[in-house]
């Protein structure tokens, strides 16, 4: 679906999720995490880079393990993450848009679980090349576990911690030759909708992950 159409869609209120493909499974086991090795964080810098040329590989499940715990998964035993949030009220969910459904990460359980039984990738923003990457991440904050800060602070707060998230998935992708780009020109209302959230939930941005397609 091309940009314009999307738009239109979007204008109308009718931005849809498509069937899913594949297995939606409740809930998916993530491997353990490799926590050693990849680029000197130096080097990954030096890589870190937006791209919007996506091939449509899926990505294997152990890459998609390190790709989630990298970006806000724990790395101590008392439950802190790899990114960081005030209070540490880790107001930020993970949302992963597959073929085969919506998923919400669980970094306790660095596992995911089923939101939505259809493909929600067309929907997490208005570029075309959304439609075909093999996953799009969505950031939403939960302003309930944010109750220590003031309301008027709360998305620059989230935004905060959102983008911190978004840098880790940046620098993962940098050190594994994967490609990405945030997003932050989204339809959040019809994200909201098609991953059921509530009122006290907030669509903040979206990031395409994938390997790049190449070079014709």
Known sequence: MNTLTKLALGMMGAMRPKPATGDSATS???PPPERHGGLPLMEAL??????RDFARDP???PMLSNLLWAACGMNRAE???????????????VYVALPSGAYR?????HE????????????TGYQDFVDEAPLDLVYVADHRRMGMVPVAQRESYASTAAGAI???????????????VIRAWIDRAAIADALG????QQVLLAQTVGYTKPAA
Do not use: M, W
């Open 197 to 200: 959230l509530s009122h006290d």
């Open 112 to 123: 995911l679980h089923l939101v939505a039984a259809s493909d929600l990738r067309s929907v």
């Open 79 to 93: 439950g802190g993450r790899t990114a960081p949030s005030a209070l540490n009220a880790q107001e930020i969910d």
């Open 28 to 30: 998916i086991s993530l």
């Open 46 to 51: 030096a890589r870190r880079r937006s791209s």
């Open 59 to 61: 990505l294997p499940l």
């Open 105 to 109: 990460y669980e970094a306790t359980a």
């Open 166 to 180: 978004a840098q880790n998935v940046y620098l993962f992708a940098a050190s594994t030759d994967l490609a990405t």
